[in-house]
C-alpha cells in the first residue's frame, strides 16, 4: 500500500510541512547516480544531509528485491517519492507488448511493497511507420489497464508529459492537457509534472496554482537552454535558465501537499554525486530565507 491517502495527489500521510523543509520536502532522485555508485551508498549520502524523500529506478530494482531496498529505506528512515517508470504501451509487436505488461506488473506490486507515493508511468514513443493516432489509442488502453491494477494493489500512478523533442523515442503524452484528458476518468492515477518536461506548456503555471486539480509529484531541476541545443537539465541549480523556486514556492502557496523531487541523470554532471546532492542541499536551504 502506499504511504497514506491512495487518491492521486492527496497527502500521501509523512508530514509534509506547508514550506521547505530539508526533511519532509525534498526527495532526490536516483537517476542522479552512475554506474558504481550503489544505491546504499546513495540512500546513505542522502540521509547523511537530512533529505528525507528519495526516488528509485528500474536499474535499483534490478540491483535489489523490493525486500531489501524496503529495510535500506526503513534503516535510514527514508520515504519514496515515487518509482521510476512504468508504462510504455505503444508497441505493435505482442512479445515487446506482453514483455512491458508484465514488468508494469511487477513495478505496481514493488511500488505497493516500498510504499511509493507514486508509481510514474511514461507513455511510450513512436515506432517506426507507426501513426501517432495508433500509438495514442494504445497508450489510452494500456493506460486505463494498468490503472486497475493499480487500484487493486492500492498503488497512485502518476503520468507524466513529456517534452515534445523526446516523441519518438519516450513518450507521445507531451501536454498538460493531454494528460489530463487521459487521467479524468481514472481513479488512482495522477498528473506527475517535471519542471523539465512541462515548463513551457501554456498551463504550466494555471497547474502549479492548483487551477486544472492536483498535482500527484512535482519533479523539478533547472532547464538549461542554449541556441542550437536541445534543452537540458543544468548540472548546479544555480546556472540553469529559470527560477525554479518561485515554481516550487507557486505550487506550495496553491496546496501542493507533496515532496519536491530533485531529477538529474548521472550523464548530466560530471559524476562527482556528492557534489551534487551539497548543491542541492545547499540550494534547498534558501528557499526558506
Known sequence: MTDGSATPGGTAGRGYSAGFDLRTDL????????????????????????????SLTRPALGQHSPQFLRGLLDTHGLGLSSLNSA???TSRDPGIRRASDEANLRLVDAAAELGARSLCVIAGGLEPGQSIEDARARIADGLARLDERARDAGVSLGLEPIHPARLPEVGCVNTIAQARGLIASLGSTGLLLDVHHSWWDPDWSPALSGQAGPVALLQFCNP????????????????????????LRQARAAGYDGPFEYEIFAHEHDGDVEAVLDDV????????D
Open 87 to 89: 508504462g510504455f504501451f
Open 224 to 247: 538549461l537552454l542554449e541556441p542550437g541545443k536541445a534543452p537540458r537539465r543544468a548540472a548546479r541549480l544555480a546556472v540553469g535558465s529559470h527560477d525554479p523556486a518561485a515554481w
Open 281 to 288: 542541499c545547499a540550494w534547498w536551504e534558501g528557499l526558506s
Open 27 to 54: 526527495a532526490i532522485s536516483h537517476y542522479v547516480c552512475p554506474q558504481g555508485f550503489g544505491v546504499p551508498e546513495f540512500f546513505a549520502a542522502v540521509s547523511e544531509r537530512g533529505v528525507g524523500h528519495v
